[in-house]
């Protein structure tokens, strides 16, 4: 039987946060061991109110191509899958986490704020009766989000459940990532004033509502986007 590498590609707190749910999720699926710094199309783009204290966190989007990339985390599943029931129970162990909710139904993937997307290998073998049920699979969520803002903007993930980003390089060596298929949570944008905030709208957040452990934490990790040189500065240059 042919078996499958995935990872899972983190831009915010689903690496670092010390919610119980989180820290198991890491430990029984992850191999943070072997993380990799990639590429990725995030900025800042949601407030987040609770936790994060009015701050701004990220999103993917398809506005930071070409030249606006960030730097995000590619963590390796701990074991590699063959077929679609582990594939699913993957995507729904991910999506928990994201959640943080102790019980949630075991086949969601999805909610209107966000989801989980598949991305795969374009040059890989990664099985198209897969993708198919992936597919599937997403057509029967009860809620799907519209994962962008801008009018130009291109969705970042499909109505089928794909992930619409170019397959990763490494930041190290910029070569593409060796593993057949990706999973990713992507978060609806929450709009400031209709559009994404600007640098300045960024850091008085964190100023104004005193909240950048979770700027300092991503940064910490290794994940940051265009933005974060001018932003640390505003914030006071630590």
Not at 8 to 29: H, M, Y
Not at 42 to 58: A, D, H, L, Q
Not at 87 to 106: C, D, G, M, V, Y
């Amino acid at each position: 039987m042919s078996t499958y590498y995935g990872a899972v590609l983190i831009i915010g707190s689903l690496l670092w946060d010390e919610d119980e749910i989180r820290t198991d999720w890491r430990n029984s699926d992850l191999d943070i061991t072997q993380s990799i710094l990639i590429h990725a199309p995030i900025k800042y783009g949601r407030k987040s109110e609770g936790r994060r204290k009015n701050t701004f966190t990220m999103v993917f989007s398809s506005l930071c191509y070409p030249s606006e990339l960030g730097t995000a985390v590619l963590v390796p599943l701990n074991e590699s899958i063959s077929n679609k029931d582990e594939l699913l129970a993957k995507a729904a162990n991910l999506w928990h986490a994201e959640r943080t909710k102790s019980q949630i139904n075991s086949r969601e993937i999805s909610y209107n704020w966000g989801s989980v997307g598949l991305l795969v290998n374009p040059d890989g073998t990664f099985p198209k009766e897969l993708i198919d049920y992936w597919k599937l699979h997403y057509s029967r969520q009860t809620l799907k989000p519209e994962i962008r803002l801008a009018p130009d903007e291109l969705q970042i993930i499909t109505p089928a459940g794909m992930l619409e980003m170019e397959w990763p390089r490494e930041v190290e060596n910029g070569n593409l990532v060796a593993f057949d298929f990706i999973l990713s949570t992507a978060i609806k944008p929450k709009p400031n004033k209709g559009r994404y905030p600007t640098t300045q709208e960024i850091a008085q957040a964190c100023i104004k509502n005193e909240y950048t452990e979770y700027f300092d934490r991503n940064r910490e990790y290794g994940i940051t986007t265009f933005q974060d040189g001018e932003i640390e500065k505003l914030i006071g240059g630590r």
